[in-house]
């Protein structure tokens, strides 16, 4: 008789094992409210840990105890995964400030590298008059304008060396 | 009808079926104009940005009204695991009605609930996973 309640005892732990292990299951993987199933998913590991040695002692079936036992550690794995993902947000948001300051950086690295290859036009209207003032601050051609006047002025020195 | 009632499976969809009424129940008395709702995104409270499943109880406050759009607009994701939620309130009557009904074909039964409700699970909290995963 008292074998017969020992093993009822066993088996209600695994149905309620069982259950609370399915809801903190769900709830769990729901962002919103994950952390707090924490608490559901440790009391069906308790239930389920509880109603085993119930079990052991009794030769009672286990297999609602070994199921809620199994549901309720992946439960509460993945509610405690909740406080990793929280932080790794946290710790994202703490970093965006530098993340818009390297933007910035970019936007401005990019900008003069724009600017050194630029084509600049004026154009001046004065009645029927218009004048045009095109310049290229191209830095190719800059630097070949360059080196063809320091050419020139090498060649201008050579002659004067030699006329002297 | 007692014996059969006192069978784990049954229990456990009773309890389940039970669970899942006071989840609608929560969802009707809460209206989704005066938001005040009890339940709080922790997430959002300590890391200052929405997660994934922000207004799923508007979500469901509102589907239950009959303003879908609405309901869309809170949470992209409130109609999935609504449905979710309705069809296992049906799957538990309906199994425990054939787990009473058909004594011989009890094992396949509940291999059919387990492996169904898995799937529908995996479905409608694919993109809560996929959330919770992307920063493991």
């Known amino acids: 008789m008292e074998e017969e309640s020992t093993k009822k005892t066993g088996q209600n732990l695994g149905i309620a094992a069982l259950i609370t292990a399915i809801i903190?299951?769900?709830?769990?993987?729901?962002?919103?409210?994950?952390?707090?199933a924490i608490i559901p998913g440790i009391i069906a590991i308790v239930l389920a840990s509880v109603g085993l040695s119930h079990a052991a002692r009794t030769d009672s079936p286990?297999?609602?105890?070994?199921?809620?036992?199994?549901?309720?550690?992946?439960?509460?794995?993945?509610?405690?995964?909740?406080?990793?993902?929280?932080?790794?947000?946290?710790?994202?948001?703490?970093?965006?400030?530098?993340?818009?300051?390297?933007?910035?950086?970019?936007?401005?690295?990019?900008?003069?590298?724009?600017?050194?290859?630029?084509?600049?036009?004026?154009k001046?209207?004065?009645?029927?008059?218009?004048?045009?003032?095109?310049?290229?601050?191209?830095?190719?051609?800059?630097?070949?304008?360059?080196?063809?006047?320091?050419?020139?002025?090498?060649?201008?020195?050579?002659d004067t060396l030699e006329q002297e | 009808m007692v014996r059969f009632v006192k069978k784990p499976y049954v229990i456990v969809n009773i309890v389940l079926a039970g669970v899942i009424v006071m989840i609608m129940i929560y969802s009707a008395i809460f209206s989704p104009d005066e938001d005040e709702y009890p339940v709080v995104c922790i997430h959002e409270k300590i890391?200052?940005?929405?997660?994934?499943?922000?207004?799923?109880?508007?979500?469901?406050?509102?589907?239950?009204r009959g303003r879908l759009n609405e309901a869309y607009s809170w949470n992209v994701y409130g109609?999935?695991?609504?449905?979710?939620?309705?069809?296992q309130l049906i799957m538990r009557v309906f199994f425990s009605f054939c787990y009473i009904k058909f004594i011989d074909t009890r094992k396949q039964l509940i291999m059919m609930d387990i492996i169904g409700s898995v799937l529908l699970f995996l479905i409608s909290f694919r993109q809560f996973f996929i959330y919770i995963f992307q920063y493991c």
């Open chain 1, 24 to 36: 903190t299951f769900v709830f769990a993987v729901i962002p919103c409210v994950g952390l707090m």
């Open chain 1, 62 to 122: 286990r297999g609602i105890l070994i199921a809620g036992l199994i549901i309720g550690i992946v439960a509460t794995m993945i509610s405690f995964s909740q406080v990793f993902v929280a932080g790794k947000i946290a710790q994202k948001a703490d970093k965006w400030p530098d993340v818009i300051e390297d933007v910035v950086l970019d936007v401005k690295k990019d900008v003069l590298e724009d600017l050194e290859d630029a084509n600049i036009s004026i």
């Open chain 1, 124 to 158: 001046i209207e004065n009645g029927d008059e218009t004048v045009e003032i095109s310049t290229s601050v191209n830095k190719k051609e800059l630097v070949e304008t360059l080196e063809e006047l320091e050419g020139e002025e090498d060649s201008t020195d050579m």
């Open chain 2, 47 to 64: 890391t200052g940005e929405p997660c994934v499943s922000c207004g799923l109880s508007h979500s469901f406050s509102l589907i239950l």
């Open chain 2, 79 to 87: 109609m999935r695991v609504f449905l979710f939620f309705s069809l």
